[in-house]
């Protein structure tokens, strides 16, 4: 293989050692590895897509993002979109066996779309009275909380994180009691789940890899993704 012939401890038998200097060492070029490639125009092709990916724990399997959607796809997080990104039986849009959905809380989506503005008052006065993490979100109607593990390669912090109106996405170290951190909101933001506990927040600069232990991501993902559609709009209009 390339990698064999490449690590071989006597340099000058090594792929390569004997090309002319400055050549471009057409020895390696011409291996089976790099068959179709045509280096004279490397430089003007566009590079292969680098998904967003999440390392394997003991807990997890290793998890690589398919966030780019192809373009026959609707927009949105619908529950068909949701049933494919899960892989949970709609292959190629064919006919597929109901799916069993997990029971939802009554807090499962953010129902902003559904308050009015002396709705908004009432509930934001009971906060400030009564909601010990209101002092993080800036006066915001908090319109989603829940303990999230925020990961980031093979470790796991946990952290309340609480979703507003602004909107807004602040994520708070419970045991401290610090605003850690907030996610930027833009109409690029997108959400991806990828099974019951875990799901992906993109933006444009960083995606966030989330943990919800009690198994509710798929909540979060319609959350986050009302509130991207009820500031922003839908990706078509």
């Known amino acids: 293989s390339l990698v064999s012939q490449l690590l071989v401890t006597k340099t000058r038998q090594r792929l390569g050692a004997m090309d002319e200097h400055g050549s471009g060492y057409p020895s390696i070029r011409a291996h089976p590895f790099f068959e179709g490639i045509d280096f004279e125009t490397l430089h003007e092709q566009n590079p292969p897509p680098i998904y967003p990916y999440l390392p394997k724990t003991s807990e997890n399997e290793a998890l690589r993002s398919q966030y780019r959607v192809p373009d026959h796809l609707e927009p949105g997080l619908d529950d068909k979109q949701l049933t494919r ?53 800036d006066d915001h109607l908090i319109l989603k909380q829940g303990s999230v593990l925020k990961r980031k390669g093979l470790f796991a912090r946990k952290r309340m994180f609480l979703l507003t109106t602004g909107p807004h996405m602040y994520y708070v170290d419970p045991v401290s009691m610090t605003l850690k951190g907030e996610i930027p909101w833009s109409p690029e933001l997108r959400v991806e789940p990828k099974n019951f506990k875990i799901f992906f927040v993109h933006t444009p600069n960083r995606t966030y890899y989330l943990e919800d232990p009690e198994g509710y991501a798929l909540e979060w993902c319609r959350a986050i993704e009302e509130m991207r559609v009820h500031c922003y709009g839908s990706p078509d209009k």
Do not use: M, Y
Request: hydrophobic residues 30%; contains cysteine.
């Open 85 to 137: 990104l899960l892989g949970l039986g709609l292959s190629e849009e064919k006919p597929a066996a109901p799916v069993p959905v997990k029971p939802r809380r009554k807090s499962g989506g953010c129902g902003i779309a559904d308050l009015t503005s002396e709705e908004v008052r009432s509930q934001l006065e009971k906060q400030r009275a009564s909601n010990p993490w209101h002092q993080f979100v």
